[in-house]
């Protein structure tokens, strides 16, 4: 059981030297509430040159939130190399990795920054976790022109985001500052009726919303979507499977 590990590494910690970090958990599928999605996995890699032609693994150290899950500051765990043992070298290794990381190992980061696990009922502390990701040029989805397209008028959810998922992904700095924006994506309809998205943009977004803060929201975007599985048919009972569909969420701070 998870949660007992964690809160059983969270009581070590208490107990341990000022500075001293507890040991990582692994984050996988037994933990892991949100994984990226395809359209994440896409986006973090178009453009980006120099990415590995076959699947590369990358794998992180990452202090993550136990209030809603999120890695909030990692470093890259090159090779054999082994985790951080105290906040200093935690700190100073997290800096080298935002420094001088590879373009594949930031698409990775990227990831893993957006990946959210269980929060940890009754912590208070940062958790420490060890994430893994893989990176290639393929995870680049490109897709044919849809033959059909429909509006969010148009369709109907089976599966909709709820407030949880918009909570977890909303940007902390953005939340902080109560600042607000709606994000419209292009959305295939696949076979299962889940949605890759590609193309986010924000509408209508505040003023004080910063090229990182609309880069965070896009991305966020990717994630919350992912939630959304359709009807199998339109309001006019035409098949949903291989439209394009325009959706539209909304991040309002409370």
Do not use: W
Request: proline residues 7%; hydrophobic residues 45%; contains cysteine.
């Amino acid at each position: 059981m998870i949660l007992p590990l964690l809160l059983m590494t969270l009581a070590a910690d208490q107990a341990a030297p000022a500075g001293k970090l507890p040991t990582p958990v692994n984050a996988d599928s037994g933990n892991i509430l949100h994984a990226p999605t395809r359209s994440l996995r896409s986006a973090t890699a178009a453009g980006v040159a120099g990415l590995p032609t076959v699947p590369t693994s990358f794998r992180f150290q990452c202090s993550v939130s136990p209030l809603n899950g999120e890695p909030t500051t990692c470093l890259l765990l090159d090779d054999l190399a082994k985790p951080a043992t105290t906040t200093a070298e935690f700190e100073k290794r997290a800096a080298a990795t935002a420094a001088s990381a590879s373009p594949a190992a930031r698409v990775a980061l990227q990831r893993v920054l957006f990946t959210r696990v269980r929060p940890t009922e009754g912590a208070t502390a940062e958790v420490q976790m060890i994430f893994t990701e893989s990176v290639s040029a393929k995870d680049v989805i490109q897709l044919d022109d849809a033959k059909n397209s429909s509006t969010m008028s148009d369709i109907e959810m089976d599966e909709r985001p709820d407030g949880t998922i918009l909570g977890a992904y909303y940007p902390a700095s953005a939340m902080k500052a109560s600042l607000q924006t709606r994000v419209r994506a292009k959305c295939r309809v696949l076979p299962d009726r889940s949605l890759f998205c590609r193309n986010a943009t924000l509408v209508s977004p505040d003023s004080g919303i910063t090229p990182a803060m609309e880069s965070d929201f896009r991305n966020a975007a990717y994630q919350v979507l992912g939630a959304v599985r359709l009807s199998p048919l339109t309001r006019a009972g035409e098949p949903v499977v291989g439209r394009d569909v325009d959706m539209t969420i909304g991040f309002a701070a409370m």
